[in-house]
């Protein structure tokens, strides 16, 4: 999606804009733009494509000089991406970047052609924002920008610059997410906190409707009614380092690496006493007693992530889970009641459809959960529980690490319900409790062990245009996820099936050398796996069977067997992730994508 970046100061602006835009790369986007004051007017350069292409108009056709000023990287909603519709764009003394949805733009850009303002280039509903602050501008540009955010209907975050108000930034939030960043003597505005990290680790996060004004290296903020605040200076928990590849050749790969690390540092201050404990995220069994149904409610690989809870919960606790897309849930009506927990899954914290279900919760009387990455996000603010993962910072738009965080939470919070709902003792609770620890060894080890044999197998895959995953129980809940990360990054069609129903229809597909990837890592289903990975073979697929090191399958079944070590059926989700993971991740290699930043995919999905 969109990012948005802005900087006063005393460095060379346009570099620094350009800077922290690159951070912000991994969010998806078709072009690029700044403007800065030079001399005190503003200079905009923008361009269709990458930064690469921006950079390099800026050295035809010069780059603008100042120390003020915004930037933008935009993912085209309204509009192609092309030249003219790249952000900024800009009203006679206004200019404007623009994440998020102006849902009432038509209407706005009606009443100001109406108003004799006909002045639009652009298809966006962007540009309408610029010329209706100008069109209200009468040189106050709070007054202005108030005035103006009344009359916006959406979800947005604006950086806006005044023309007669040189070496000055104003920002605004109004649901999508902007930090102002405090340096030395500087100060910036970014929609996340990786974008200026290099620069400064202390933030303040943006408020709904609050107003950031920038000037003189200093920061003050109002509200949306015009009251001066004082705000919280946070500081963030990782450094440069964490948010750069580290030797890695791409993200996604340095993301994978760093599962184990993610996954401690994730579990081990929810586990007391050898027993879990997520008492500082409110969650007792006093608490989790009471709930009677759990829903759990996210987008993509966050919802996969649900579906290996699903199993896991219901196996332990015998609580009934229902998982449901976020898309689909928030128009279903759901039926919800105060016994009931929804659990909402998010990785950025930010997606529209899942923040919507929160919203649509709230009045139905049930408790909300978040399991949420990014701190201070919307959805972990405006739950009535949060469990943050700390998988630090994910770039690669491919989640990897922020999915295995999120199993791990997943198995900490069935533990403790079922531990809560009398359905395990504590003995039986430590005992689990234990394996999840003893997890980010195995995943290392299954990495080291694996990651050559992936890459070879990857090699089978290029040419393919389309496979299947198969599976069951919580083999099945995984192949979806290693379906959606191979067509993803590597663009290769891709499904994946409960293994027991392809005979029902889907097994007509099979071809000679058609791939399957049979994940068959659940011992009491591993017969009945076993027979529908012969089936798929003997109408010629070319089948990989990802299996534990035990599992008792030759090549007369499988064209490739990838084993991982063997630890207990329930938990095998966290280590059979990885080789499914690294397939896809060196699939896309070998066809020379770009991995961390497939086409038409953007990292926090912002919009409906
Ligand atoms: C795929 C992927 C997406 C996200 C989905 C939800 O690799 O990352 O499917 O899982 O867009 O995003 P979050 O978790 O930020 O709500």
């Not at 990287?73 to 790249?86: F, I, K, L, Q, Y």
């Not at 405006?382 to 469990?387: L, N, Q, T």
């Not at 109408?539 to 067997?561: E, H, L, P, S």
């Amino acid at each position: 999606m969109c990012g948005i970046v802005g900087y006063v100061g005393p460095r060379d602006c346009s570099d620094v804009l350009v800077s922290a835009l690159t951070k912000l790369e991994y969010r998806g986007y078709d072009s690029a733009g700044i403007a800065v004051f030079e001399n005190g007017k503003i200079e905009v350069a923008k361009t269709k494509g990458r930064l690469s292409d921006l950079k390099e108009k800026m050295e035809r056709e010069g780059k603008p000089q100042g120390h003020a000023g915004i930037g933008h990287t935009r993912w085209a909603t309204h509009g192609e991406p092309s030249d003219v519709n790249s952000h900024p764009h800009s009203g006679r003394r206004v200019t404007i970047v623009h994440n998020g949805i102006i849902e009432n733009y038509k209407q706005l850009k009606q009443f100001l052609l109406e108003n004799e303002r006909d002045e639009f280039l652009s298809d966006t509903d962007t540009e309408v924002v610029a010329q209706l602050l100008d069109f209200y501008y009468d040189g106050n540009p709070i007054r202005c920008i108030r005035k103006v955010l009344h009359e916006l209907r959406g979800s947005f975050a604006l950086g806006i610059v005044f023309a007669d108000r040189p070496e000055t930034v104003y920002a605004v939030r109004c649901e999508s997410p902007l930090i102002v960043g405090q340096g030395q003597g500087e100060v910036f505005i970014a929609s996340d906190v990786p974008a200026i990290i290099k620069y400064t680790k202390d933030y303040y996060l943006l408020e709904q409707g609050e107003i950031a004004v920038l000037k003189n290296g200093a920061v003050q903020f109002c509200t949306l009614h015009g009251r001066m605040l004082e705000k919280e200076l946070k500081t963030a928990d990782f450094d440069e380092d964490s948010a750069e590849k580290g030797g890695y050749p791409h993200f996604m790969i340095k993301e994978i690496h760093e599962q184990p690390t993610a996954v401690k540092t994730t579990i081990t201050p929810r586990i007391e006493g050898g027993m879990p404990n997520l008492s500082e995220c409110g969650i007792t069994p006093e608490v989790l007693e009471g709930f009677n149904n759990i829903f759990i409610v996210a987008c993509g690989t966050a919802m996969h992530a649900g579906m290996v809870g699903k199993y896991v919960i219901e196996k332990l606790a015998r609580v009934s889970v229902t998982v449901d897309i976020a898309s689909e849930f928030r128009y279903r009506d759901p039926l919800l009641t105060p016994d009931d927990l929804v659990i909402i899954i998010s990785q950025s914290g930010e997606t529209a459809d899942s923040k919507a279900v929160l919203n649509l919760v709230k009045g139905t009387g049930a408790k909300t959960l978040a399991i949420v990455n990014v701190k201070g996000s919307s959805i972990a603010r405006e739950a009535d529980m949060v469990i943050y993962t700390h998988a630090g910072p994910e770039i690669a738009v491919a989640s990897t690490k922020a999915y295995m965080v999120q199993l791990s939470v997943m198995y900490l919070l069935a533990f403790e319900m079922a531990y809560a709902k009398g359905r395990i003792d504590d003995e039986e609770c430590k005992r689990l409790t234990l394996e999840l620890v003893r997890i980010p060894e195995v995943i290392q080890h299954t990495i080291d062990r694996i990651e050559n044999v992936c890459r070879y197998v990857s090699t089978k895959l290029i040419t393919a245009d389309s496979l299947l995953y198969i599976g069951r129980g919580l083999d099945y809940a995984l192949s979806m996820e290693g379906s959606l990360k191979l067509k993803e990054i590597s663009y290769i069609h891709s499904e994946s099936y409960a293994a027991g129903e392809l005979k029902h229809g889907t097994i007509s597909l099979i071809t000679d050398g058609m791939p399957v990837i049979a994940v068959a890592t659940q011992n009491s289903l591993f017969e009945k796996t076993l027979s529908n990975i012969k089936e798929v073979k003997a109408r010629g697929a070319m089948a990989i069977v990802i299996c534990d090191q035990k599992a008792d399958i030759g090549f007369d079944c499988a064209n490739y067997i990838i084993r991982i070590p063997q630890i207990s059926e329930m938990l095998m989700p966290m280590v059979a992730t990885i080789p499914m993971q690294l397939l896809a991740y060196y699939t896309s290699v070998n066809k020379g994508n770009d991995v961390d930043k497939p086409r038409n995919l953007a990292k926090s999905v912002t919009v409906e």
